[in-house]
C-alpha cells in the first residue's frame, strides 16, 4: 500500500508537468531521474531521436556514428531546432588517441554580406531582415559538420547513419502534444511562407493534432541524396540548386558559389579546472566556453559549497558573476578569423582575482557601473543538445540550432527543411540589442565568410584524466548560464545529473539589468535577494534543456531536462537501461 501511494504521487507530479497521462509516465521514467546503462548512453531533446542513436551503438557504432545518426533524425523529429539547414559545434573525445577536438560548423555569412545589411534608410536596425527575410540566413553548417566528424572519427559506413533520419521523414512521425502546440501557437509567422505551411501543415492550414502522422516527404528525399551522395548533394548537387533557387526567390544571398565554399573548422578545445576537474568546452566563435571558464575561474574564489545550492548567497554571488562575464562578452567575443579574441586574458587567474576582489557579497552592483574589462594590448532559445557516450570511452558533446523556434520561419521549397536566421546573431548595429537581448561591438559586425557570435556551449568535464559528464543546452543567451549552473550543482553541490538539471535556475546577462529566477527560489531568497539591489523579475519561461551523460565505475548514466517534453535518455540495449 505504502510503495502504491508512492507511485500514484510520482505520476500526479509528472501529469502536472506533462498533463496527459501517456506522456506522464514518459517524462517521470526518462527525465525524472537518471536513466542507468552499462553499455554507453544518449541524452536528446528528443527520445525518439535518441533511440536511433542508441540503435547505432547497439550494431556497434561507436558514439560519433551515434552522433551524426541522432543529429540528423532530430532535423525530422524536432524541426524547431534539429536542422539541416543551421549549425552548430561538437567536441569529440576520442579515446583511442586520448584526445579532445572541436569541430566548428555555424553558418557563414555569404559572400554578399556587408556590415550595414540589416539598417534601413534613416541607418536604423531593422529586426524584420535580420529576423524574419531570406537575408537573416547564414550558409548552413549541420551536413558539412557532421561529415567531418564522422570521416575523421565514425566507424560505420555513412549511409548507415544517416538512413534511419530519411526513413523517420518518409514514414512519418507521432505528432507530440509540444509539437501540436507550438506549431498551432506559430501558425500566422509559419504560414506567411507557402512551402513552410504545406511541410508543417494540413491543406488549407490546418494543424495537425496530437497523435496523427506528420510525413516530411521533401525532406525525406533531401536525407536520401545526403546519404547516397554525401555533404556535395547539399553543397553542390540537387538540394543546393533549390536552396540557391529559393534565395533568388526571396532575394536572399546565397548562391551556389556561398554553399559550395562552406567549410566547417577544427578547432583546439579550450580548457580550464574548477575544484581539481578538467573543462574542456568550445572555443570562439562561441562565447560559451570562454566565458563559462572565466566564470568558474571567479567562483573558485568563493566557499560556494558552504553557501548551499539556491541560497541568497549562492544566488548572488552568480549573479554578479554572470553580470562581470556578460558586460565582456558584448566586447571582447567574436570570430577569431576575424577578430583577435583575448581568450588567454579572459580566462586568466589573474583577471579572475581581479574581477573575484570586485564583488561585493552584500550589495549588488549597478549594470550601469559595470564596463567591459580592459584587454592589455599586444544564441533561440529553440537551439537544442544531444550528449553521446559509448562503451569504448568516445564522448560527444554537441550542441546546433537554427536560432529562433523554426529559424526565419522560411522553407526551401521541394527540400524540406527550414532555414535559419543566424545573421540576427551578428551586431547589426552597435548599441542595439539583439533578439535575445544581448549587445555587441566591432568584433561581431557582419562580414562577408565571417561565423556569427553564439552562446552554444557543448562541455566536458574529466575527472583524474577520464571522461566524467558531458553536457550542454539550448536556451539563447541563457546556454552559458544553464551549463554554469550544471557545473556548480554536480562539482559544487556534489548532486547526480537528474538532480542537478532539475533545480531551479536563474540568469543575468548585464543588461537588461535584472535577474530573472524560475519558480522554485523561496520567498525568503527572494526578499534577501532585493534587499541586496538585485531587481528580481520571475522568468516568463524555463530555462534551457540540458543533455548529460556520464559514466563513472563502469557505469553510464544519462539524464534529459524535464523542462521541455519529449526528451529522453537512451541506452544501446533496452533490457540494459534501468531507472532509479
Known sequence: MHRLIIILVALQMSCALAQDV???????????HPVYST???????????????????ADGGNAVDAAVAVGFSLAVTLPRAGNLGGGGFMLVHDAESDTTTAIDYREMAPPAAHRDMFLDENGNADPELSRFSHKASGVPGTVAGLYLAHRKFGSMPW???????????REGIVVTRDLANLLESRKERMCRDAATCKYFYKPGAVPYRMGEILVQADLAESLQLIADEGPDAFYRGATAEKIAAEMKRGGGLIDMQALAAYKPVIREPLRGSYRGYEVVTIPPPSSGGVHVLQMLNVLSHFPVAAMGAGSADATHLLAEVMRLAYADRSKHLGDPDFYDVPVDWLTSADYAAELAA??????????????????????????????????????VSNTYTLNFSY??????????????NEMDDFVSKP??????????????????????????????????????????SPGGSRIITTVLQMLVNVIDHGMNLADASNQPRM????????????????????????????????????????????????????ASDPRRPNAGASAPAAVDATVH
Open 22 to 32: 501517456d506522456q506522464a509516465v514518459v517524462r517521470y521514467t526518462d527525465l525524472r
Open 39 to 57: 553499455t554507453g548512453m544518449i541524452a536528446a531533446q528528443s527520445k525518439t531521436a535518441a533511440d536511433v542513436g542508441a540503435e547505432v551503438l
Open 159 to 169: 549511409k548507415r547513419v544517416v538512413q534511419p533520419a530519411a526513413d523517420l521523414a
Open 358 to 395: 570586485s564583488i561585493d557579497m552584500k550589495w549588488a552592483r549597478p549594470s550601469i557601473d559595470v564596463a567591459p574589462g580592459v584587454a592589455p594590448s599586444p544564441e533561440s532559445e529553440d537551439t537544442t543538445h544531444f550528449s553521446v557516450i559509448d562503451t569504448y570511452g568516445n564522448v
Open 407 to 420: 529559424g526565419s520561419a522560411i522553407s526551401v521549397a521541394g527540400a524540406g527543411f527550414l532555414l535559419n
Open 431 to 472: 548599441g542595439v540589442r539583439n533578439a535575445f537581448g544581448l549587445l555587441g561591438g566591432k568584433a561581431n559586425a557582419v562580414e562577408a565568410g565571417k561565423r556569427p557570435l553564439s552562446s552554444m556551449t557543448p562541455t566536458i568535464i574529466f575527472a583524474g584524466g577520464e571522461p566524467w559528464f558531458a553536457t550542454g
Open 507 to 558: 540568469h543575468h546577462q548585464w543588461f537588461p539589468d535584472e535577474l530573472l529566477l524560475e519558480s522554485g527560489f523561496s520567498p525568503d531568497t527572494i526578499r534577501l535577494l532585493e534587499a541586496r539591489g538585485h531587481i528580481v523579475r520571475p522568468s516568463s519561461r524555463s530555462m534551457g534543456s540540458l543533455q548529460s551523460v556520464a559514466i563513472r565505475d563502469g557505469v553510464f548514466r544519462g
